[in-house]
């Protein structure tokens, strides 16, 4: 295993003067040293993406490339997943089916390169615009830069750098500080499916000014950026006129009505709750249930958690593996011990051995405690009793952010009045918060962010419209 990385740029790796060290998140080992990107190999990255769109690559190439980088990450698929269990502390099946996933992200892109197009706007019907015809033109707005989160280091860099290309624009990436090596062997695989060299570029390091000099290099046109809330308004703040699309924090709301299949949403709720230790923008965190189905739904809901597996990311059968770092879970059970301070009552305690934190399930909790009130981002979810559907639909929106949330619910009544009523990018009707296809529009409202993922919609954000317009009698 390649235990030395440099950045990407150019086409090859480029080394650093400093280096950092990336560590398996369930032992702890060290798994490689990469390089700690200083302001020179920033611009040159920058650089490099800037003189790549000086020799443009046809549409139908570019979707040709994205094609076949599909077809080389399942030739991958094993590396690719085994990288990110260690790396990420993902549990195994799920960083196989993020490789699955990845894959459809890069179809959709190559669909979306193919059928981008502008329209005719019908001026003729405004006076003294006779004999003209509008055309509206798709174009890419130059070089995107890409911040990614360490939870879908994969995918998620796909869901940017997949529409970035495809609309024609380069693209600079920077990895989480935690997870560069999926992102760099991605790198690889866009060469071998032919991308032109520099058209992608992953600067690496976990300074935190690495961000900052990207987000200010007046060469970076556009910026596409998943990760905290706090982090993201100060990018939207320091970006300027430049467009910025944001996928941000979101501390999800499922509701379970009285008419609900009990079963199946408690055993929904409880892998998406705790399944990868709760590190999903879009996990389970307020269960709002009507009272006269709470305790049955909590005695299935806490035997459903009880049997999901704790341990070894890379173990098939895990479920649960560590958190990103020991800190965050030691974030986490400080969150825990606050709110039982402050009345909540434990269903299910959790433990903690370094990063690994056991499912934390709380009850009686109110919605200014911060695991109520902020991303918990860690397998920790609180139970409420409602009485009034409006009541628990009052209570989700009680928020400051606004991604996804779900209902479940026999009734479709109740469910078009939470689809028009949530404050939220997503309903999921009988299904967990955290469900998401690739090719949907995904992004959110309130302090979750702006802007829309999904290769057809994110291609849209990615380009600009020009209007042509021609007058035929000229």
């Avoid at 790396?87 to 890069?106: C, F, H, I, S």
């Avoid at 615009?129 to 998620?156: C, D, H, M, Q």
Wanted: net charge negative; with cysteine; charged share 20%.
């Amino acid at each position: 295993m390649k235990t030395s990385w440099g950045s990407w740029v150019e086409g090859h790796e480029v080394a650093a003067s400093s280096v950092y060290t990336v560590v398996h998140k369930y032992t702890g080992d060290p798994l490689a040293e990469v390089a700690e990107a200083d302001a020179d190999l920033i611009d040159r990255a920058v650089l490099s993406a800037e003189r790549a769109l000086k020799k443009p690559v046809s549409v139908h190439r570019r979707a040709e490339i994205l094609e076949k980088a599909a077809v080389l990450l399942g030739e991958e698929a094993e590396d690719m997943a085994l990288t990110m269990a260690r790396e990420a502390g993902k549990p195994l099946k799920d960083a196989r089916a993020e490789v699955a996933r990845g894959q459809q992200t890069l179809r959709y892109s190559s669909v979306a390169a193919r059928t981008l197009h502008g329209e005719e706007v019908p001026v003729r019907g405004n006076p003294g615009s006779e004999g003209r015809v509008a055309l509206t033109l798709r174009k890419p707005y130059g070089v995107v830069l890409a911040i990614t989160p360490f939870n879908f280091p994969l995918n998620l860099v796909l869901h940017k750098v997949g529409p970035a290309l495809a609309g024609g624009n380069a693209v600079v990436l920077k990895p989480a500080p935690a997870t560069p090596l999926t992102a760099l062997k991605l790198a690889r695989i866009f060469q071998r499916a032919g991308l032109p060299d520099g058209w992608l570029n992953v600067v690496t390091g976990a300074r935190a000014e690495i961000g900052a000099q990207l987000v200010a290099h007046p060469g970076v046109k556009l910026i596409s950026f998943t990760g905290s809330a706090a982090v993201g308004q100060t990018i939207r703040k320091n970006a300027g006129l430049r467009p910025v699309l944001l996928e941000l924090g979101n501390n999800s709301a499922n509701i379970v009505h009285r008419d609900a299949d009990l079963e199946m949403a408690a055993r929904v709720l409880a892998a998406r709750a705790y399944g990868y230790a709760g590190q999903v923008c879009i996990s389970v965190q307020r269960m709002y249930v009507e009272r006269s189905v709470y305790q049955p739904f909590k005695t299935l809901l806490t035997e459903a958690v009880r049997n999901l597996k704790v341990g070894n990311p890379e173990d098939p059968e895990t479920d649960v593996g560590p958190m990103i770092s020991e800190a965050a879970a030691e974030r986490a059970m400080a969150w825990t011990e606050e709110a039982l301070g402050q009345g909540a009552r434990a269903v299910l305690s959790g433990t903690r051995s370094g990063p690994l934190v056991a499912p934390v399930l709380l009850e009686n909790v109110a919605p200014s405690m911060q695991v109520m009130a902020e991303e918990v981002f860690a397998p920790l979810a609180g139970l409420v009793p409602y009485d009034e559907f409006s009541e628990a639909i009052a209570w989700a929106n009680q928020s400051r952010y606004g991604l996804q949330a779900g209902v479940f619910t026999q009734s479709l009544d109740v469910a078009f009045q939470a689809a028009q009523q949530l404050e939220v990018g997503g309903v999921m009707i009988n299904d967990s918060s955290a469900y998401r296809a690739d090719n949907m529009p995904y992004g959110g409202v309130k302090d979750s962010g702006i802007g829309r993922e999904g290769p057809e919609h994110a291609i849209l954000e990615m380009t600009y419209p020009t209007v042509m317009v021609v007058n035929l009698r000229g």
